[in-house]
């Protein structure tokens, strides 16, 4: 229910800043700053989309949790969007969404509402394994009377 109260109150709100800010600088100031938002929101979603590429490339390397930069490239691409759509609004949302503390909030937000489960045991990783009587190990077959084959 409360998803669709969004659907209908953000196109509202979004109106009325457009017939108040019309009204306070006219038309054509009203569509040069939303054209320059949308512009600047690309901008902004290539510069900071290529710096969360980079965490995500370094913690991908040095074998740490994705999950951070991922979280954060999520949340650039959503700004991103919101300023790229016409509307004073949704820019403001999607400027606050483009500074990595904003993001840091939302996403403790959002970790404090999702519980995370492991299925069936499995964890990722080179030799990370929950029972510690599992040994990893190479095999090969012999056959019978025969030699290993290389």
Not at 28 to 56: E, Y
């Amino acid at each position: 229910m409360w998803l669709f109260a969004v659907f209908i109150m953000v196109p509202l709100i979004e109106i009325a800043l457009f017939i108040q800010i019309g009204g306070w600088l006219t038309l054509w100031p009203t569509l040069g700053i939303v054209l320059g938002t949308a512009v600047v929101g690309s901008w902004l979603l290539r510069w900071q989309g290529s710096q969360v590429l980079r965490d995500l490339q370094q913690e991908m390397q040095s074998l740490g949790n994705p999950l951070s930069p991922l979280a954060h490239g999520a949340l650039v691409l959503v700004g991103g969007v919101m300023m790229i759509l016409p509307g004073f609004f949704t820019d403001c949302l999607g400027i606050l969404l483009m500074l990595p503390p904003v993001r840091h909030v939302v996403i403790r937000l959002i970790l404090a509402r999702v519980s995370a489960k492991t299925l069936g045991g499995f964890s990722y990783g080179p030799g990370k394994t929950r029972d510690p009587g599992v040994i990893d190990g190479d095999f090969s077959e012999i056959p019978p009377g025969g030699r290993p084959q290389p």
